[in-house]
């Protein structure tokens, strides 16, 4: 058949032999069978060029004319978007990783076991175009990734000694024997769940200005988890109405809605970062960040630096009204770190900050 390849093995006439006849038939069938996985390899793997790197196990494709969007089999790298966490240790570091390898190029995808997950993501191994690099695992060796082992996949084993060298070196999420990231978190304050032992052999649970009692030991974990969320999806108004239907309640009479950090003095340098941008309300301060989502609506434009809008600020963008913008701001200012300046201000309880004029926005190293 046409594009089939064709192994001849010679046929030695009756009575007769080739010398060696038993190790050139093997060797011919060795070559048979490494043309067929020849075959078999070049079938099992398909070309996409990246569009956006989403974080850093998360990208967006074009592959066979259809957008895709491809979740990296067998690692997890901290989140710097996820709706229900704040950014996490190494969370920009981890993309930035992604990005040097394989943004704007074209990739080889490869399936293992799954397709797909329950969000609609298509599940691969990332290859550089020339086969040689499997990004999943480099970025498990960098100490940017761990290994994902919620589920099988045929390349643990590898992934699994790749994050034991970087264990082993201290690099990345492994720095100080991990040290680093209880650090960045301190220095970050996130909000701490307190976990108080109670009498009876029940718990208590305090986080921010909040708490709940009488927990047995089989739903702790679960009301962590839970209390952690709510907190972090939601806005300070919505938070306080939510976690009283869970159960919450204020600890020593504290006013939820006064609670609300809006009273803080601007930094010195005028710098926030912008996890933090939401606790001076009503104060004109320079945000920092790195736009990781970016929305048109008619002629107003948004950018965000979580895709939690509802919690963290949201930079406002009017069309027109503001001279000597780019022409598309949302493709121009995504994945791009940025200083911003302006006054905070709450619109149905979500902060942001309009922007007044071209130059309070800018892209800094």
Not at 6 to 15: K, L, N
Not at 37 to 52: D, F, I, P, Q
Not at 307 to 334: C, D, Q
């Amino acid at each position: 058949m046409r594009g089939t390849p064709q192994v001849r093995i010679p046929i030695a006439p009756a009575g007769s032999s080739i010398p060696g006849g038993r190790s050139l038939f093997r060797l011919f069938i060795l070559a048979a069978l490494m043309l067929g996985c020849t075959r078999l390899s070049a079938a099992a793997y398909e070309t996409a060029a990246v569009l956006e790197v989403v974080d850093g196990d998360t990208i967006r494709v074009r592959t066979g004319g259809t957008v895709a969007t491809v979740r990296m089999i067998g690692i997890d790298t901290p989140e710097r978007g996820h709706p229900s966490r704040p950014k996490e240790f190494i969370a920009d570091e981890a993309a930035e990783a992604l990005s040097a390898m394989c943004a704007g190029k074209t990739v080889r995808l490869e399936k293992d076991r799954e397709d797909s997950d329950k969000y609609g993501r298509i599940l691969r191994y990332v290859y550089s175009a020339d086969g040689r690099l499997l990004f999943n695992r480099e970025l498990v060796r960098k100490g940017v990734a761990r290994v994902y082992r919620r589920f099988p996949f045929s390349r643990r084993a590898e992934f699994d000694a790749a994050e034991t060298l970087a264990r082993k070196e201290g690099i990345g999420l492994w720095r100080n024997g991990g040290l680093d990231e209880l650090r960045w978190v301190r220095l970050h304050r996130h909000e701490a769940v307190t976990v108080w032992q109670l009498g009876g052999g029940e718990y208590g649970i305090e986080h921010g200005t909040v708490g709940k009692a009488g927990i047995a030991p089989a739903d702790l974990e679960r009301e962590i988890a839970k209390i952690v969320r709510i907190r972090n999806e939601l806005s300070d108004a919505e938070f306080i109405s939510e976690a009283r239907s869970a159960g919450y309640a204020p600890i020593g009479g504290e006013n939820l809605a006064a609670a609300r950090p809006n009273s803080k003095p601007a930094p010195e340098n005028g710098v926030v970062s912008w996890d933090h941008a939401h606790e001076f309300l009503g104060q004109s301060i320079t945000v920092e960040g790195t736009i990781i989502r970016a929305k048109r609506s008619r002629k107003t434009v948004f950018l965000n630096f979580h895709s939690n809008w509802k919690r963290y600020v949201t930079i406002v963008l009017f069309s027109g009204k503001v001279p000597g913008l780019p022409a598309s701001p949302e493709s121009f200012y995504l994945d791009r770190k940025v200083r911003v300046r302006g006054t905070v201000k709450l619109y149905k309880d979500r902060p942001e900050i309009v922007l007044e004029a071209a130059g309070d926005i800018r892209i800094v190293p």
